[in-house]
């Protein structure tokens, strides 16, 4: 299998990233890390195993990128308003570098953006807002609401919210989008979405569903028995719907 390992100075975060490329072709996919994850996790944790036949046959091309949480969004260092103001540069990160190397890498139009856990917060958020960059979403065991406690899981900005805490989160924005060149974006594009009966997140991704069916945005939604929040149920799952 085709690996290759990628890294540079980004202008945008003032630090350098890194990130995977697996395979020669196919469909390029943007695959987000779980929750202050690395670039190479995915392999780590067998996924990029579990779709090898996918890769070596040229189908798919993953391209891993890194997280910034620790220094984000889940970050307590600094204040919520911080946070969220080095999120925006994450995405202009991923947006104006991480998206034009893979379409010099590989050009073919067809693109997807996937994740698991706050992976698949990444890739539903970076998709929702700008969708006519993608055209299939993939999000796994995802939490589409970071600013309220779940479970064991705080709220990540503290109490704090403001607009653009808002328009980075999918279950507050989606809901209130009515322009209909907006709404075409959003029902071209083909989503995914799995959750585990007992995930702490299924309320959360029933909201994202429901959001969707009232825009008229056709979309999947899986239901996988137990919590099914781990790299073991993700292995079966990026083979399904990848």
């Not at 997280?67 to 202009?92: M, N, T």
């Not at 569903?209 to 993700?234: C, N, P």
Request: charge should be negative; include cysteine.
């Amino acid at each position: 299998m085709h690996r290759n390992y990628q890294k540079w100075f980004s202008p945008h975060l003032q630090r350098d990233m890194e990130l995977l490329v697996f395979g020669h072709g196919g469909t390029p996919v943007l695959v987000f890390p779980a929750r202050r994850g690395r670039f190479y996790d995915y392999e780590d944790w067998g996924l990029v195993e579990a779709l090898g036949d996918k890769i070596e046959n040229g189908w798919l091309q993953l391209f891993c990128v890194d997280s910034i949480d620790a220094d984000g969004l889940y970050s307590r260092r600094v204040p919520p308003s911080e946070r969220v103001q080095r999120h925006e540069q994450y995405e202009r990160y991923i947006l104006e570098e991480v998206v034009p190397f893979m379409h010099y890498t590989n050009p073919e139009p067809f693109r997807m953006v996937h994740g698991c856990s706050f992976g698949a917060y990444h890739a539903v958020n970076i998709a929702l807002r700008h969708p006519h960059l993608f055209n299939k979403v993939v999000a796994l065991s995802g939490r589409y609401d970071l600013s309220v406690p779940v479970a064991e899981f705080r709220d990540l900005f503290d109490g704090y919210y403001d607009e653009t805490i808002y328009f980075h989160t999918p279950n507050h924005f989606l809901p209130n989008i009515h322009e209909e060149h907006a709404l075409a974006d959003l029902r071209r594009m083909q989503l995914v979405l799995t959750i585990g009966e007992e995930d702490p997140f299924l309320e959360s991704t029933k909201a994202l569903s429901q959001a969707l069916q009232m825009k008229q945005v056709d979309h999947e939604l899986h239901y996988w028995q137990g919590r099914a929040h781990q790299a073991t149920d993700w292995r079966k799952m990026v083979q399904l719907y990848l």
